[in-house]
């Protein structure tokens, strides 16, 4: 049974950092999709970051460009999400995703990932 666990979550004010991390158990297949996406209340769940493990290449929202970095430990079977320079407009729920049947990432899809973690929420304060 795939499970995706997310931690990382806090309080920060702007311009600070926090970085989440996403442990993944269940699965052997070193060649998939992993993503990070965040919601508020009210409003779809949206992209924020995500990379092909094939290449190891990652692919950005344009709204997280130059602050947000993924990466991942394979030996850890976890992948992070380095966010620097926060905003308040970043405060939300973040959910890590997975998905084992891709390709290299031209964008971010819901719809694209099968699974998903419980999320860990980042609250940014100005």
């Known amino acids: 049974q795939v499970q995706l666990v997310e931690s990382g979550g806090g309080s920060v004010q702007a311009g600070g950092s926090l970085r989440l991390s996403c442990v993944g158990s269940g699965y052997t297949n070193r060649r998939n999709c992993m993503a990070w996406f965040r919601q508020t209340p009210g409003k779809e769940r949206e992209g924020v970051a995500g990379f092909y493990t094939g290449t190891g290449r990652g692919y950005y929202a344009d709204f997280v460009k130059g602050r947000f970095t993924i990466s991942q430990d394979n030996a850890k079977n976890t992948v992070y999400l380095q966010m620097n320079s926060l905003k308040p407009e970043d405060t939300a729920m973040y959910y890590c995703?997975?998905?084992?049947?891709?390709?290299?990432?031209?964008?971010?899809?819901?719809?694209?990932?099968?699974?998903w973690g419980q999320g860990t929420q980042v609250t940014v304060s100005s």
């Open positions: 995703a997975a998905n084992f049947l891709c390709g290299p990432i031209t964008a971010l899809k819901e719809g694209d990932f099968d699974y």
